[in-house]
């Protein structure tokens, strides 16, 4: 009777785990970020140990993301927002697990979509300089320099850019228009109206997208991150199959720079 018991009870808990399991899976999944989009040499840190991101894969929150000098990938979270990370890049993925915050910006350039079909989507981008807040909008961020000098550009939509080591009121930015936060310089009330740098930074983009196709076996024309298409003589299938780094110690493996203040990496 009690052996009975027993293996009535075992059985119990093993479908208790099993429901348990498929339950907290998709709020996992609601918490990361996917890849979609993957090419060249991109990695996530595991105590300080940079491991191969692959397309499929989930970053968690507070995950650091690293890109080679060939790296580029895509991510999209719950909501349908997405944030392209490019070459040489470092990002944390909401550092403080709030639902609000998307990344922090270390060092190099992301791309952000806000989706807001559903209305008004609160999002916040931060940099070692700047917070940059939006409701559901298309916006590049840039850490440019060992001064952390942060370039915001939008591209659609409203964003608001506060600095966040000197006094001083955000600046609203609308479409078209960029700004830069020195780190020692107060925020700038005269915002770049000059179509010149959108101009470069969708020049810059436009020439990863081009690397990523030409990595692609044959085809007949391809698809390029963002939705736009283009034909070639060769078949051309949309990017998005790409693998990641190596673990360390692999040729060609980014560096690992110290970890971001904070982190604890």
């Known amino acids: 009777m009690l052996r009975y018991v027993q293996l009535r009870l075992a059985t119990w808990l093993v479908s208790l785990w099993a429901v348990l399991v498929v339950s907290l899976a998709p709020l996992a999944a609601q918490d990361g970020a996917k890849v979609v989009e993957l090419s ?52 944390t993925f909401r550092a403080s697990f709030s639902w609000t915050e998307l990344v922090e910006v270390w060092l190099g350039r992301i791309r952000v979509q806000v989706e807001h079909r559903n209305g008004p989507n609160y999002k916040s981008v931060a940099s070692p300089t700047a917070l940059i807040s939006v409701r559901g909008t298309i916006f590049d961020v840039v850490v440019e320099d060992e001064d952390d000098t942060t370039l915001v550009s939008v591209e659609e939509g409203l964003v608001d850019v506060q600095h966040l080591l ?16 020195f780190r020692d310089q107060p925020l700038a009330r005269a915002v770049d109206k000059t179509p ?32 736009t298409t283009t034909s070639t003589s060769g078949d051309k299938p949309k990017p998005g199959t790409g693998t990641g780094t190596s673990a360390p110690g692999a040729p060609g493996a980014p560096g690992a720079p110290g970890p971001p203040p904070g982190t604890g990496n």
């Open 196 to 227: 010149a740098i959108r101009a470069m930074l969708n020049a810059a983009r436009e020439a990863v997208y081009d690397v990523m196709l030409r990595r692609q076996p044959g085809g007949m024309g391809g698809t390029l991150p963002g939705g």
């Open 40 to 91: 060249g040499q991109v990695s996530v840190l595991h105590d300080s140990t940079p491991v191969a991101l692959f397309v499929g894969n989930v970053v968690s929150p507070k995950q650091i993301i690293i890109t080679g000098p060939d790296g580029y990938a895509k991510f999209q979270i719950a909501d349908g927002s997405t944030f392209e990370v490019f070459p040489k890049a470092r990002v």
């Open 166 to 181: 000197q006094a001083g009121s955000a600046v609203r930015l609308h479409p078209g228009e960029s700004i830069r936060v």
